[in-house]
Structure formats: C-alpha cells, structure tokens
C-alpha cells in the first residue's frame, strides 16, 4: 500500500480504497485507475504480466457507493501467506509500466 500511494501521492492516477496503513486491514486492496479503462488495465495485468484481479463492483454495488467508487469499482487485489515481496514488487512494477507509462528504472 506504501508503494501505491508513493507512485502517485497526489492521486491523479492511482487512488488507493479504504484505510491507507495495515492496521485492522485484511489482504484485500483495492485500487482506481482514473485515466484508464479499469477492466483494460485488469486484462492487461493478467495478460502482459501473469497478475491475476478483480474488477468492478465485486457483487456489492451498494458498497462501492458508500466508498465513492460507483460505477465503475474497483481492481482488487488479494493478497495471502503465500505471496512474495518479489511478486509484490513485480505488481508495483506492472501498475507504472499501465498506469503512469513509466519504466520502473525512471522513477
């Protein structure tokens, strides 16, 4: 979640959901993309990259209006036990090359 909010901290692009630290948080972290279509950026993740998401509103449209986020939801990551630092990093890396049109090495 600190990689997210530090590739965009002013939130012109990436707009991390929910309580921005760890604490009382499970492994859920939701993203918005606001200069690109969320189901594309989702395709590509997968596609270009092997990162698996969700997109949209999750089956729970009432709660994407109560977090600002309707009607386009979210992209969700799931995060677990068995997940890497490495693969974090590499979804960091996948999320500028998308979203910000950067190479990792550039910033």
Known sequence: MQQIQQLDTDEKYIRLIGKKDTLMRTGVVSIQVLNHELSQIAYDLDDKFQIMTRVGLHCAPQAH???GTFP???IRFSFGYFNTL???DLTIEALTKLILNK???NI
Do not use: R, S, Y
């Open 65 to 67: 209006k109560t977090l």
């Open 72 to 74: 386009t939801g979210t």
């Open 86 to 88: 490495k693969e974090i």
């Open 103 to 105: 190479d990792i090495q």
